[in-house]
């Protein structure tokens, strides 16, 4: 289960590797990729077939990127998590968010086993303060309300 303690942290770093944008742009992690910096995040996005995504250099893996990340927001279907979080452990990156639809039980279980702080089953645009836009905020004050967010 996820802790307050362990979103904290994960946002706590500004400089964060993303998975799962699409060229196309019309992907959940495009928008990530667009609203996190608007905060004071960078994001490097790792991509493997292309090398720019919505004007944004990408990298072709974990080892590519040009400087260490202090963490990564995983946005692919669940059937991929596990192996983007066997890479990104075996890079050193220690810190993983699996955004609300990515999370599979065999990634959270490899995170556990492997000393990696692992966020799931949240979506990241709702926790930085201020939120990028109001349906996050809303959405973050009716988790609240109804109890839903992690403690």
């Given at each position: ?36 910096p ?10 493997p ?77 709702m926790?930085p ?8 905020g ?14």
């Amino acid at each position: 289960m996820t802790t307050k303690r362990e979103i904290d942290e994960f946002l706590a770093q500004t400089t964060l590797a993303i998975v799962g944008v699409s060229r196309s742009g019309k992907k959940f992690g495009n928008t990530i990729l667009k609203d996190l910096p608007k905060l004071g995040y960078r994001l490097l996005p790792v991509h493997p077939e292309t090398a720019e995504v919505d004007g944004v250099r990408a990298y072709p893996s974990f080892a590519a990127l040009p400087e260490p990340v202090g963490g990564v927001i995983v946005c692919v279907p669940p059937a991929q998590a596990e192996s983007v979080v066997k890479a990104a452990a075996a890079h050193g990156v220690r810190r993983v968010w699996l955004q609300q639809g990515a999370g599979s039980p065999e990634a959270i279980k490899f995170c556990q086993e492997n000393g990696m702080s692992v966020v799931h089953g949240e979506c990241v645009l709702m926790y930085p303060k201020p939120t990028t836009a109001w349906i996050h905020g809303a959405h973050r004050w009716i988790w609240d309300l109804l109890g839903r967010t992690p403690k």
